[in-house]
């Protein structure tokens, strides 16, 4: 977890991300972001040095990132189902 977001923090997050991704057989190729830490000289050179790629949403955009914004979704609301449904018990 985050506790802001500054680059070092991104850059962290980035790495664990990552670390955990591998460990399932999962490597990172390329990722969509918004223009805030992900576009900093530190994101940026990191990205180069994984030989990966970055491709930058419009702000508001939302559609342009529409399997990440699904998955959220599925996610929030199977956690929100699950608290309702250990309420009941």
């Known amino acids: 977890m985050q506790s802001n977001t500054s680059a070092i923090q991104t850059l962290e997050g980035k ?3 990552e670390r955990f991704s591998t460990s399932h ?3 990172i190729k390329k990722s969509r972001a918004d ?3 992900f ?4 994101f940026v050179e990191d990205v180069k040095q994984k030989q990966q790629s970055i491709y930058y949403s419009s702000p508001g955009a939302h559609f342009q990132n529409g399997v990440a914004e699904r998955g959220i979704r599925v ?7 699950s608290l309702v449904r250990a309420g009941m018990l």
């Not at 576009?39 to 530190?42: I, L």
């Open 35 to 37: 223009n805030g830490e």
């Open 15 to 17: 790495a664990k991300f």
């Open 39 to 42: 576009a900093s000289n530190a």
């Open 75 to 81: 996610v929030t609301e199977w956690a929100r189902n």
């Open 25 to 27: 057989g999962v490597f």
